[in-house]
């Protein structure tokens, strides 16, 4: 979605863009992803900032492409189980509207008034408008169309090397294929960007942090916003390499009910966990028990390609140029795609970005 996002806002400025991946499009995390595209999750901060230009330009993207791609801005609802979680979302929330976010205290007699198949007994909640859903790979797939003759697609080819000239710029890169020349490489490669960014000879630490997730049967609408748990915020901001689990549920228009959230670092290993399986079975049922008596379809597995400070890489590399980034979003690719790729758009071009790309420098590393 990254790589997509780039090319579509590259090409939308009058550049010419060849799009090389390994396998199909979004054959990789995106395929994995559930579609979140959220503010509700983010601290104060350069995030937030490019969560919230990301949230307009996916509006202005849900009038352009396709209906097919799914876009439901629903939003979305944490919910706190005891009244210290209730006390640490409304401080939280606090802080966000401080920082331009729309967000709505639910006491605990409401909260059924936005999901009637809630659990009783909690404590309270915070209903956030501005999130929403896209289903990835229709969206990703669809800004790739969007862009007509600009783009060009290299599907089934990998990446095996960097061209330079002989001062040292980048020009181009060498494929299984053959040779692609051009005067700027974009590094879009998701999880994997750090081992693109070594052909260039720079280190950019990002890690695989591995999650599942749970597809249940289709359902008519028992949920009806993306509804998470308090605790999913400390696990997103946690570097901890062991299983952590929250819950994280949110129907889709299709029917079927995704169930998360889990996080590990396992490298790249694809191997079911029955343990983080049960888990997260365990956490939607709790919040919602209706879900109890539902049959879980299927599961999937994915990557989300983590930086240890939590923030993306984005813009041009100072140690190698000719190379910009445009990965490590971990979590939040898919809803942070659209700020990414203007960003890049306006780096590639010489234009001013939106805001302030300094945090988000991949030099830091």
Known sequence: MVGAACAYYAAGAGLRVTVIDRGSVAGGTTGAGEGNLLVSDKEPGPELELARLSARLWTELSGALPARIE???????????????????????????AAGVTAEEIPADRLHDLEPHLAP?????VHYPQDAQVMPALATADLLRAAG?????????????????????????????????????????GAWGGELARLAG???????RRGFVLVTEPLPRVVRHKVYAAGYMADVASGS?????????????????????SREHAGFD???????????????????PVLGTVRAMRTYTGFRPYLPDHLPA?????????????????GAGIGLAPATGFVIARCLTGGEPPLDIGPFDPGRF
């Open 149 to 189: 003759n600009r783009i060009r697609l290299r599907l089934g080819e990998e990446v095996t090397g960097l061209l330079t000239a002989p001062d040292g710029t980048l020009r181009g890169v060498r494929t299984t294929r053959g040779e692609v020349h051009a005067p700027y490489i974009v590094n879009a490669a």
């Open 241 to 261: 390499a062991t299983l952590q689990t929250s819950a994280v549920i949110e129907g889709t228009p299709a029917g079927p009910v995704l169930i998360g959230a």
């Open 270 to 288: 694809r191997t079911l966990s029955p343990q983080a399986l049960q888990r997260l079975a365990a956490g939607a049922t709790a919040l919602f």
């Open 121 to 125: 007994g909690l404590a309270g909640g």
């Open 202 to 208: 720079v280190e950019l630490p990002v890690r695989p």
């Open 314 to 330: 984005i813009g041009p590399d100072p140690r190698a140029p000719g190379l910009l980034h445009a990965c490590g979003h971990e």
């Open 71 to 97: 876009y439901e801005p629903k939003g979305g609802l944490i919910v706190a189980a005891d009244e210290p979680g209730a006390a640490a979302l409304r401080d939280f929330a606090d802080r966000q509207r």
